[in-house]
């Protein structure tokens, strides 16, 4: 095996632990949330190859994560028709000690954002690569609706920021994705705020005011520590 394809092979072992860790805090008959990525592919795996825990249904991120449940007869559910849920589990691209969060390398941010919040708990499950001392490394995806992207870009280079549109990919939702590299992560918390406030942004991918509530990295359980 080259180098590539080991580190490739450890990462999916470490995700695969952290599935099934979370997969023990799912409750039967609940509705789970239901996050959108190559970790939660194998929860959604793990969900149909046992008999123990069957759900009620499932609020789903992603329409690849629908597909996915929808596959595996398990009913994708309405969030305006079940008002808030037990537990949402996701992945991310990166997490700080504190729990907060980069997402959105798989383009569904916005959703998984809505879900995370309709959510009394959020476990996010990650790989040893995804944990971090501080957010940035990860380029910061944005969606936008398609006819602001240049303005939001012209935003975000005042911010500091260097934009990169992600051609070819369209969110769940119709609309863009910027990836935006070198912002100034010293307060997350306002970065997340102030990206939130330029017109034809529907949500950028830092997740620290709805912050993970414990985080399990290849398999391990931690909380989050205090700002
Ligand atoms: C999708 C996400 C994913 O959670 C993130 O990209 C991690 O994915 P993976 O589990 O495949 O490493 O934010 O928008």
Excluded at 61 to 75: F, M, Q, T
Excluded at 79 to 84: C, D, H, I, K, T
Excluded at 141 to 151: K, N
Excluded at 167 to 194: C, F, K, M
Aim: charged share 25%.
């Amino acid at each position: 095996m080259n180098q590539a394809n080991s580190a490739s092979s450890d990462s999916n072992a470490q995700k695969r632990a952290s599935a099934e860790r979370a997969f023990t805090e799912i409750e039967d008959g609940s509705i789970l949330g239901v996050g959108t990525g190559s970790t939660v592919d194998m929860l959604i795996d793990m969900l149909v190859g046992q008999k123990r825990i069957q759900i009620a249904g499932a609020v789903s991120s992603s329409e690849r994560s629908s597909a996915k449940l929808n596959a595996a007869g398990i009913e994708v559910l309405d969030l305006n028709s079940v008002g808030e849920l037990d537990l949402y589990i996701d992945g991310a691209d990166e997490c700080d000690p504190q729990g907060r969060l980069i997402k959105g390398g798989g383009a569904a941010l916005t959703r998984e954002k809505i879900v995370a919040t309709a959510s009394k708990r959020f476990l996010c499950i990650i790989d040893d690569s995804k944990e971090v001392a501080q957010l940035g490394a990860f380029p910061l995806p944005i969606e936008v609706i398609p006819m602001a992207r240049s303005l939001v870009g012209r935003a975000i280079v005042k911010l500091g920021g260097h934009p990169a549109w992600r051609q070819g990919v369209t969110s769940d939702n119709g609309n863009w994705i910027i990836d935006v590299h070198g912002l100034n992560y010293a307060d997350p918390d306002r970065l997340e705020s102030d990206i939130n406030q330029i017109p034809g942004v529907v949500a950028n991918g830092l997740f620290t005011q709805r912050r993970a509530d414990a985080i399990i990295t290849s398999g391990r359980w931690r909380e989050p520590a205090a700002d």
